[in-house]
């Protein structure tokens, strides 16, 4: 009889365990619909489901419509230590409201929001549909977003004020950003900052919804370092030179310190003229920064105008071209003696 109650209270406790440790992994292996429980792994009921990933009902077979916290169901039940993970497919919340994903919502709890692979979309179709990591600016939750691989397309990014409520951690991946990063704070102020990380970052219309020009800001409502390494990339697309940033060509605005590392990549959107330029990065109120990135485009050249205030993209021939064009000059030099 011992044995027995004592085996009981062992499940018992490891019941409440799970409940309070959640670990919910999004696989999309049947389909896109979040109702679907083959999409999902450790979780037995649509219900529980969505409590634990705080959803509200779905409208479409890849979308949620309302606001998702991870901290609190719609029932208002506390989930603790929640984690949600999106290995595979589309997992889309949209909704009229600002505030459209809050990962930590509840004092003294961790929540974290892992993208592996896949598609995580977060968007309103204003530039206004914010993924934030800490619902509550005096609250002791945390919650981090970690980007591993897939996309994350978020319209706006946001940590809250929170200095130790969470951070983005990026070892991979695409970070889709739509119209600005804020509230991530400057190191000297005892933030961590924003760092880039792993990740590429990539700027995109919100309004369309496309992958075209956009204007993205980071850290205008609150001054953010921008913080890239070795592994950071940002791409810019290019479009006419005769055009206006945010308009015809990328433009990223940031309000912080800036360190730079990684990658350059440029795409272009009409064919560029040799010493066409860009101003694809202003640097706005009086912040310095420091590094340089390891690769950019052979066709590219980069300077820092402005007293260092703005980053210009200067087309210029390919090397290839460049020797080819020599050889021109030599063959034409010969055939005139």
Not at 15 to 25: G, Q
Not at 68 to 96: D, F, K, P
Not at 204 to 215: D, K
């Amino acid at each position: 009889m011992k044995v027995r109650r004592f085996l009981c209270l062992l499940l018992l406790l490891g019941l409440m365990a799970s409940v309070a440790n959640a670990t919910t992994d999004w696989t999309g292996a049947v389909n896109n619909d979040w109702g679907t429980g083959g999409n999902w792994t450790s979780v037995p009921t649509n219900t529980e489901r969505r409590d634990i990933a705080l959803g509200s009902p779905v409208v479409s077979a890849d979308s949620i419509a309302g606001v998702v916290h991870m901290g609190r169901t719609n029932t208002g039940q506390i989930i603790t230590n929640n984690s949600l993970t999106i290995n595979a497919g589309t997992l889309t919340v949209t909704s009229a409201g600002t505030e459209l994903v809050s990962v930590a919502y509840t004092d003294a709890f961790t929540n974290n929001l892992t993208v592996n692979g896949g598609n995580l979309v977060v968007y309103r179709g204003d530039g206004t549909g914010e993924l934030r990591l800490n619902h509550v600016y005096s609250a002791t939750c945390v919650g981090n977003l970690n980007l591993n691989g897939g996309t994350i397309d978020v319209e706006r990014l946001n940590k809250g004020s929170n200095v130790s409520g969470g951070n983005f951690t990026a070892t991979g991946g695409t970070l889709v950003v739509r119209s600005r990063i804020d509230k991530f704070g400057r190191v000297d102020q005892g933030y961590s900052g924003f760092n880039l990380g792993g990740a590429t970052l990539e700027m995109a219309n919100a309004v369309t919804r496309s992958n075209g020009i956009a204007g993205v800001t980071i850290g205008e409502m609150q001054s953010t370092d921008f913080i890239m390494n070795s592994t950071s990339a940002v791409v810019f697309d290019l479009g006419s030179a005769a055009g206006t940033a945010g308009t015809n060509w990328d433009l990223l605005t940031s309000y912080g310190n800036y360190t730079i590392a990684g990658t350059l990549f440029a795409r272009f959107t009409v064919a560029p003229n040799i010493g066409d330029s860009w101003d694809v990065w202003t640097v706005s109120g009086a912040y310095t920064g420091s590094g340089a990135f390891d690769n950019i485009p052979s066709f590219l050249t980069t300077s820092w105008e402005n007293g260092g205030t703005t980053l210009r993209l200067t087309y210029v021939p390919e090397p290839a071209t460049i020797a080819l064009l020599g050889l021109g000059l030599l063959a034409l030099r010969r055939n005139k003696k």
